[in-house]
């Protein structure tokens, strides 16, 4: 996995979540899908919170 990926969405967390807004418009910037931002915010045991779509779960 990219190491920058994780790196942007640990830096985005606050108190261990990540709006899924804020995620979604990362994976945009980052140009990666949002799978990849979800792959990395479970792996840094950061949870997606306001999500809508169920495009991370």
């Known amino acids: 996995m990219d190491t920058n990926v994780k790196e942007k969405v640990m830096a985005l967390a606050k108190e261990g979540?990540?709006?899924?807004k804020k995620a979604l418009a990362l994976a945009d910037e980052l140009g990666v899908s949002p799978s990849a931002v979800g792959k990395a915010a479970n792996d840094s045991s950061i949870k997606i919170v306001g999500c809508q779509l169920g495009c991370f779960g």
């Not at 979540?17 to 899924?20: D, G, S, V």
Request: charge should be positive; charged fraction near 25%.
């Open 17 to 20: 979540k990540l709006p899924c």
